[in-house]
């Protein structure tokens, strides 16, 4: 199956780069040693799906589960998809591998499903499961993949020893936000298996933004006037899908967070769709922990309407008389916290391109700011744009072309200059997980 379901009818376009990225996934993982660690939770039947895939890209995959795991999903189901002895308790070690061993033997371990209480345990260095042990004995890159309750993941707690765990350097993946199996909807569905993959293979990329993760806004803002009104603008969200795909494929784990626009979610990136600009910046706070580079794309409304009607505003005067109040500034909000990610802010401007950039850069608080001319056939609803990049003491102008030739570039301008080479390799998983 490819990543997305194949089942479903697709254009051909969109098919064949889902293969391409299936066949990139194949590559990263083949002869990778996986080791899944599953704990008890529901999501745990999604875990058979990933071990699937995992052989079908060519990785070599051995399955320990809790006690509480093979109360979900029976432990020959995992023997019988990896084609290994599964390890429940300390007594599978006689059969084959001791803990030890099995630690040293991963490239990678993931823990999927990781529930609130793995992740405790985690946090706290616990030994007194297998599950727990090998984590704590292994040197390999750690992932977690929490699947549970939306009150036990947005607990003080959980937040706590998720913190703590992306502090050592234990790389977390999701969860999602959708129907959850207790009947309540929020955050803290697994992601699926598919999405699994693609992580895991980006984890072995060796591209220049190999396992950073970022974060991308993208498309306009509506600012309601009424229940059926509101204030907008012509953003296509195209530069921003571009600046997505281009890091995804430079390795980095892309999270988009997206105005209303007329495109499709980019393969392997995870989307967020929002209408305001305080949705946006709330969508943005939110996916601040862990995110190392956020690129702000959008065309974010700067004035929405101070008091929008509850009822649709009626015909009657000559003239009405909209009051405005600023929106929130979501780039120079998430520069100005400590500690923050790397910041490139984007600048649309008619004149004066040089002058401006360098004024909205220290305005703004930001590394780089990507400057672009608008009007006459650039900019807003184009696939075409030229842009300046200004940063501190220096500035490179990007000659006109395709939107996508321009975010790879801006990219690796990006990769140069915050992301040099010895952190790729730090971020590609090939260190030590407690490094800081
Ligand atoms: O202040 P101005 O709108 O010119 O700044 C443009 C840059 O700031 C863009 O990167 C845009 O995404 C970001 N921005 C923002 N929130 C706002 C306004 C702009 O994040 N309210």
Request: charge should be positive.
């Amino acid at each position: 199956m490819l990543p997305g379901g194949a089942a479903v009818k697709r254009p051909f376009h969109r098919r064949l780069w889902a293969l391409l990225v299936h066949c990139r996934s194949m590559n990263l993982l083949a002869g990778k040693r996986i080791l899944l660690g599953i704990s008890g939770g529901i999501a745990a039947y999604k875990s058979a799906e990933l071990v699937r895939l995992l052989r079908a890209a060519g990785a070599e995959v051995r399955v320990l589960m809790t006690a509480a795991a093979t109360g979900f999903v029976g432990a020959q189901t995992f023997q019988a998809l990896s084609g290994q002895p599964v390890y429940c308790d300390w007594n599978d070690e006689h059969d084959a591998m001791g803990h030890i061993e099995l630690a040293r033997w991963a490239d990678f371990m993931l823990v999927a499903p990781a529930t609130a209480d793995t992740l405790a345990r985690l946090a706290q260095g616990r030994a007194d499961d297998l599950l727990a042990a090998v984590c704590l004995a292994s040197e390999a890159p750690l992932a977690v993949a929490p699947a549970m309750n939306r009150g036990m993941w947005q607990h003080p707690a959980t937040r706590a020893n998720v913190s703590l765990l992306r502090e050592r350097g234990v790389h977390v993946w999701g969860p999602a936000e959708g129907e959850q199996a207790c009947g309540e909807s929020g955050p803290g569905r697994m992601l699926e298996p598919t999405e699994l993959l693609q992580a895991l293979s980006q984890s072995f990329a060796s591209g220049r933004l190999a396992g950073v993760e970022v974060v991308v806004t993208a498309g306009p803002t509506r600012e309601p006037l009424d229940p059926v009104r509101f204030l907008s603008n012509r953003s296509s969200g195209k530069m921003g899908y571009a600046l997505a795909t281009a890091a995804r494929d430079a390795g980095a784990r892309v999270t988009l967070v997206s105005g209303p626009v007329a495109l499709e979610a980019p393969e392997g990136v995870e989307r967020v769709l929002v209408e305001t600009a305080q949705e946006m910046l709330q969508a943005v706070l939110e996916r601040m922990e862990g995110c190392r580079l956020f690129i702000a794309t959008a065309a974010v409304a700067d004035y929405r309407p101070r008091h929008p009607a509850q009822e649709k505003i009626k015909k009657q005067a000559d003239e009405l008389v909209l009051r405005l109040e600023p929106a929130p500034d979501i780039l120079a909000t998430v520069a100005a916290r400590t500690p923050r990610p790397v910041c490139v802010g984007f600048a649309a401007e008619t004149q004066e391109l040089e002058r401006y950039a360098h004024r909205k850069r220290l305005a703004k608080g930001v590394e780089m700011i990507a400057a672009n001319r608008v009007g006459a056939g650039l900019g807003f609803d184009s696939d075409d744009n030229e842009l300046l990049l200004v940063w501190e003491g220096g500035s490179r102008r990007l000659a006109r072309d395709r939107k996508s030739r321009l975010a790879r570039q801006l990219v690796d301008e990006i990769a140069t200059r915050y992301f040099p080479r010895s952190g790729e390799e730090k971020a590609a998983g090939h260190h030590a997980k407690y490094s800081a």
